[in-house]
């Protein structure tokens, strides 16, 4: 059974590093990503409790004897939801999930005087299990060592980076990938272009590629909305990629095959090794979802 085999999954090597550690509290654990944790802290036998938007009448309740307090509310809310937590045991450590990381950070340093740490998860609350996720961290502050361990005990991947280098590295990782899928729905749609004949026509590879921008419109809309209006640098990202349409445009428009080659052979370099590992890797993906996909 499903319910089974994956309860087997987070449990696995769930071994609790801090038994002594007091209440787990989860701020927003109703939620997706929050939840998700929740079930990995309670499965590794830490006692977890949630502090939702309407329990706050217990925050001071359920913050008292806290070991571990995890952010995970909507970031447009981040700041003041950090702002509205009581005084929090010295010891404790104040982490969020938020998908930008400096910010958060600079609101729970001044928040806390205990440990703090900025996680980024980089995966969405559908995965069936932790293992081989990347999880980014950003160190606030105190010993967060035994954090990362139990993470890395659920098979994640835990990456140390920079806040500010992380947040810059986010235009490319997700806000232009993301623009990219909406602004391609948004042309399709635009354009009236029939889904179901496109896919009769498409074979494995275009139909990966289209999957690629159709899951976008399956998740929530404000969460894409949030990551890519949370930071202004990744507006600057995308007007960058604008500029560059315009000029591959230019080159289509001037019928310059040999400008067009050029262009590409610059990009072929910049890419090096990694162009052809990716051909590979693509070629083992599309060989899975041909296995996977029945007729
Ligand atoms: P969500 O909307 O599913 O969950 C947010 C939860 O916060 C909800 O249960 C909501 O009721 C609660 N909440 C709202 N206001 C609150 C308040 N004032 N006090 C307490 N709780 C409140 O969102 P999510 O997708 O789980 O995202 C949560 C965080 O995780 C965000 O910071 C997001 O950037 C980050 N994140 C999400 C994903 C993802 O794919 N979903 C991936 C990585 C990081």
């Not at 072929?268 to 899975?288: I, N, R, T, V, W």
């Amino acid at each position: 059974c499903m319910r089974e085999s994956y309860q087997q999954e987070v449990g696995a090597g769930s071994k609790c590093l801090r038994p002594d550690l007091g209440r787990v509290v989860v701020v927003g654990g109703r939620g997706r990503l929050g939840k998700r944790f929740a079930e990995y802290f309670t499965a590794s036998g830490y006692q977890v409790s949630v502090l939702d938007k309407d329990d706050w009448h217990q925050a001071t309740e359920l913050l008292a004897d806290a070991g571990l307090v995890i952010l995970s509310v909507p970031i447009n809310v981040t700041e003041a939801v950090i702002e509205a937590l009581p005084a929090l045991p010295a010891h404790c450590t104040l982490m969020d999930l938020t998908s930008i990381k400096e910010q958060p950070l600079g609101w729970m340093l001044a928040k806390h005087p205990g440990p703090v740490l900025g996680l980024h998860p980089m995966f969405g609350p559908d995965v069936s299990s932790f293992a081989k996720e990347v999880v980014l961290y950003c160190q606030g502050r105190g010993d967060n060592d035994w954090l990362i361990a139990q993470m890395g005990l659920w098979g994640a991947k835990l990456v140390a980076v920079d806040a500010a280098e992380h947040d810059a590295s986010m235009g490319f990782i997700q806000a232009l990938r993301h623009f990219n899928s909406f602004a391609y729905g948004l042309h399709l749609k635009a354009s009236g272009a029939d889904l179901n004949k496109l896919l009769t026509m498409s074979s494995p590879i275009y139909r990966l590629e289209l999957a690629m921008v159709g899951r976008l419109f399956a998740q929530d809309p404000s969460l894409y909305a949030d990551i890519i209006l949370s930071n202004s640098q990744h507006l600057g990202v995308i007007k960058g990629f604008r500029e560059q349409l315009n000029q591959v445009i230019a080159l289509l428009e001037a019928n310059d095959k040999a400008g067009f080659i050029e262009r590409f052979e610059e990009v072929a370099s910049y890419f090096g090794p990694l162009a052809s590992d990716f051909m590979h890797e693509s070629q083992l993906l599309l060989a899975k979802s041909k296995d996977s996909r029945s007729g």
